[in-house]
């Protein structure tokens, strides 16, 4: 489990691929204080495990799944990726809860800035878009976001200028594709609704009558 504050960004030294799968070696230095064999460690939001690792560099292997439904199959050597170890039961929450089980690649469609603020505009499937609501949490590429706005094929973040800076958004252009993972939150709500309607007539009562309200 993570936050999605981004703790450093890493470069790739190595890429071997193999059919839809690949050992993935980043080089990195702040989340390697304290890693061990089998550690996670989230790339671009994904959840991968350390297999191998060296005073500035950890090694960790993406099956074909993680491969499918993932940006890390566009990555070449000298790539920026965002880094962050998982969280820790005394930690502070400043993001929200990010599992690193992306749902599926976005792509951005528009970057627009807006005072000091980006605003980033990002392509995803109606099955992704259901799960989201202006000031909601959404994760791109493993970052902790609030979004905007949620249209009918694409929704708005707001990037501040440490952010920009700070993780690979700074390095995408238009037509990068991007990790997304909904709330996991939004994605019960979403399910306990949709099945509550098969069974019985949802209205405010029964919504207040369950604490949505």
């Known amino acids: 489990m993570f936050t999605g504050l981004i703790e450093e960004l890493g470069r790739v030294r190595e890429i071997k691929k193999s059919g839809e799968s690949l050992?993935?070696?980043?080089?990195?230095?702040?989340?390697?204080?304290?890693?061990?064999?089998?550690?996670?460690?989230?790339?671009?939001?994904?959840?991968?495990?350390?297999?191998?690792?060296?005073?500035?560099?950890?090694?960790?292997?993406?099956?074909?799944?993680?491969?499918?439904?993932?940006?890390?199959?566009f990555l070449n050597p000298g790539d920026r990726v965002n880094l962050e170890r998982t969280l820790r039961p005394s930690d502070r929450l400043g993001?929200?809860?990010?599992?690193?089980?992306?749902d599926e690649v976005g792509w951005i469609v528009e970057i627009k800035a807006k005072e000091i603020a980006k605003i980033i505009k990002i392509k995803a499937s109606d099955s992704f878009l259901q799960y989201l609501v202006p000031k909601g949490s959404v994760a791109v590429d493993g970052i902790s976001l609030t979004v905007v706005d949620v249209?009918?094929?694409?929704?708005?973040?707001?990037?501040?200028?440490?952010?920009?800076?700070?993780?690979?958004?700074?390095?995408?252009?238009?037509?990068?594709?991007?990790n997304l993972e909904a709330d996991i939150l939004a994605k019960y709500v979403f399910s306990f609704i949709k099945k509550q309607e098969a069974s019985r007539k949802i209205d405010l009562n029964f919504l207040a009558e369950h604490g949505f309200l």
């Open 23 to 73: 050992t993935l070696t980043v080089e990195a230095k702040t989340i390697l204080e304290d890693v061990k064999l089998g550690d996670s460690i989230a790339v671009n939001g994904t959840c991968l495990t350390v297999v191998n690792f060296g005073n500035d560099y950890f090694t960790a292997d993406v099956m074909p799944e993680t491969y499918t439904k993932t940006n890390l199959k």
């Open 151 to 178: 249209y009918n094929d694409s929704f708005t973040v707001s990037i501040i200028p440490h952010t920009f800076k700070n993780t690979t958004l700074g390095y995408k252009t238009i037509g990068s594709p991007v």
């Open 95 to 102: 993001g929200h809860i990010v599992q690193g089980h992306v």
